[in-house]
């Protein structure tokens, strides 16, 4: 059974950054993903990440995150810069190794104005 755990989440105010990790048990996965879930919204993709380190963002978070992660060591991150209040939500690590796909709890992030 794999699992995911993220961790890093908090409260900021705008503009400041927090930076998100998600560890995995068992073998590498072929993407992982940063959701986020805001009150009252359908949850929404933030960043990827592939096997091979291609990433890819959401136009909203283009140039303030940056995802990364460790080879070897099951761990991603989500550096998140000049946060703004509507980057409040609970973030959530997903990782696919096809077919099958896996979530993790989630963390909370609140951006204070």
């Known amino acids: 059974q794999v699992q995911l755990v993220e961790s890093g989440g908090g409260s900021v105010q705008a503009g400041g950054s927090l930076t998100l990790s998600c560890v995995w048990s068992?073998?590498?996965?072929?993407?992982m993903r940063w959701y986020r879930q805001a009150p009252g919204k359908q949850r929404e993709w933030v960043a990827e990440i592939t096997r091979s380190g291609t990433t890819n963002y959401a136009d909203s978070v283009r140039g303030r995150f940056t995802i990364s992660k460790e080879n070897g060591r099951n761990l991603m991150y989500v550096q998140m810069n000049s946060l703004k209040p509507e980057d409040t939500a609970v973030y959530f690590c997903?990782?696919?190794?096809?077919?099958?796909?896996?979530w993790g709890q989630g963390t909370q992030v609140t951006v204070s104005s």
């Open positions: 997903n990782a696919k190794r096809y077919p099958y796909e896996f």
């Open positions: 068992g073998s590498a996965m072929d993407v």
